[in-house]
């Protein structure tokens, strides 16, 4: 089955500088990738998808590549903030499907802390 | 914006005792999931719903649980016995479907403490 993995140790990042987050998948290429934002105790919230024929996506000061050679998708923030300090995660479908009710495979998560 | 809400946020329950955690998803979505999360762990798919019934469900979602949709907007999960393993945050979803990959919305999460 798929595996995802990210890094658990927390990234700590100065305000204003771009953060980098990594998934690495570890099977077949799934269909899309998708990335979340988790507060503490508050449920995940959507930030951006990307497709396995997408190299890169855009929305404002966020960035998500997926490259399916490395089996692997980056994340960015550019010109962090310290309210984008949080557990970012990545989420996929456990096999290839191309369902509209698919369980989603999470990572762990990775937790940013953007240092003023 | 619409949101997904779950009641109660809160729920302790002592071991063998049947708990419902209940969710509103948004309405016009015609796709349901609950998750869990257990804590200091990653986010775990315990089903998914369409159509009234169940479309999926992991190894996690054994016979002590059920979903249901009782009414247009409510949409529940029944622990039937509960044990101490299954304390843990439990998250609803919805997606409006219709394509592979469509965004999940989560609801703030029912914590369960099983004593």
């Known amino acids: 089955s798929q595996k995802i993995e990210q890094n658990s140790e927390a990234l700590n990042i100065q305000e204003g500088k771009t953060a980098t987050l990594t998934c690495n998948y570890t099977n077949y290429s799934p269909a899309y990738l998708q990335w979340y934002r988790q507060d503490p105790g508050r449920g995940p919230v959507f930030l951006l998808l990307?497709?396995?024929?997408?190299k890169e996506k855009r929305k404002e000061r966020l960035k998500v590549t997926f490259d399916t050679t490395l089996k692997q998708s980056l994340f960015h923030i550019t010109a962090s903030q310290p309210a984008d300090s949080a557990t970012y995660l990545c989420?996929?479908?456990?096999?290839?499907?191309?369902?509209?009710?698919?369980?989603?495979?999470f990572g762990k998560g990775t937790h940013l802390i953007i240092q003023p | 914006e619409p949101e997904v809400t779950q009641t109660p946020s809160h729920q302790v329950t002592q071991m063998g005792q049947e708990v419902i955690l209940r969710c509103v998803p948004i309405s016009n979505h015609l796709y349901f999931y609950w998750y869990r999360q257990i804590l200091g762990q990653k986010v775990e798919f315990l089903v998914s719903?369409?159509?009234?019934?169940?479309?999926?469900k992991s190894e996690i979602f054994d016979d002590q649980f059920s979903v249901e949709r009782p009414d247009g907007s409510n949409f529940t999960l029944k622990i039937r016995s509960t044990k101490l393993e299954d304390s843990a945050m439990y998250f609803c979803?919805?997606?409006?479907?219709?394509?592979?990959?469509?965004?999940?919305?989560f609801g703030n999460g029912t914590r369960l403490t099983v004593t």
């Open positions: 989420a996929t479908l456990p096999m290839y499907s191309g369902g509209g009710a698919d369980g989603l495979t």
């Open positions: 979803a919805s997606s409006g479907g219709g394509r592979a990959g469509s965004p999940l919305h």
């Open positions: 990307i497709r396995e024929n997408e």
């Open positions: 719903f369409y159509n009234n019934e169940i479309s999926e």
